[in-house]
């Protein structure tokens, strides 16, 4: 299994839709807004973090599923099970560099404190979309899972207040997680409530994928 994520993450890694749409953008929209304030780093690291958990996984699991790949992954030694979690592991790890780079360069070009522990909640917090993904990759085919990602993404985006200044839905898992990572950075307590949310949202995503995942 450990082999299998780590050709998973590298695949990811060298993926020029990846690098770009979920590294590269969230840094220059940092590098542009970060001097507005340490709600700002947050909102970007929920950004990478969402958009990498969503997309990053579920298209892989897509392109695998139109491609045949799945299909010959289980003539191989590789359990069904070991592979689940490795694409689990896999999406996880695959949110790291976006929300590491926003949070390095909030702290050099607008030294925002705290930022390691913002990297380390942010990514925790990914887990629902990480399972949000893996449940649409194994849900859709190809380019279909895609487009069906871009735009959850795109609607936990608005939804949760991470982009337009207004939260629509206080039980968006975007918005918990953004309450999270600014209450890190501003030294508060992380809330129950935003805890509680995320939580019920990773039980919800996992029993989604878990019903799914066999008929893949």
């Known amino acids: 299994m450990l082999a299998y994520t780590k050709f998973e993450v590298l695949r ?73 979690i490795g694409k689990i592991v896999q999406g996880v790890l695959t949110v790291i560099p976006g929300v590491l780079l926003v949070s390095v360069i909030g702290a050099v070009t607008t030294h925002v404190g705290r930022w390691p522990l913002l990297v380390a909640v942010t990514v925790a917090g990914s887990l629902p979309f990480v399972l ?3 449940f649409a990759g194994t849900l859709f085919r190809g380019r279909t899972a895609t487009i069906a990602l871009v735009l959850v993404f795109f609607t936990m985006m608005f939804l949760g207040g991470v982009v337009g200044g207004e939260t629509i839905w206080t039980l968006a898992p975007t918005h918990s997680l953004l309450t999270a990572g600014v209450g890190v950075l501003e030294s508060r307590p992380i809330g129950a409530e935003a805890l509680v949310n995320l939580a019920a949202w990773t039980v919800a995503a996992a029993v989604a994928v878990l019903l799914r995942w066999r008929r893949a």
Do not use: C
């Open 12 to 84: 990811t890694l060298h993926n020029f839709r990846y690098l770009v749409f979920l590294v590269l953008m969230p840094v220059v929209f940092e590098l542009i807004w970060g001097k507005q304030g340490q709600a700002v780093t947050a909102a970007m690291a929920v950004y990478a973090a969402t958009g990498a958990g969503l997309i990053g996984s579920g298209s892989a699991i897509a392109e695998d599923r139109a491609t045949g790949w799945l299909k010959q992954l289980r003539v191989t030694p590789l359990s069904d099970r070991a592979w689940l």
């Open 132 to 134: 949000i993904g893996v």
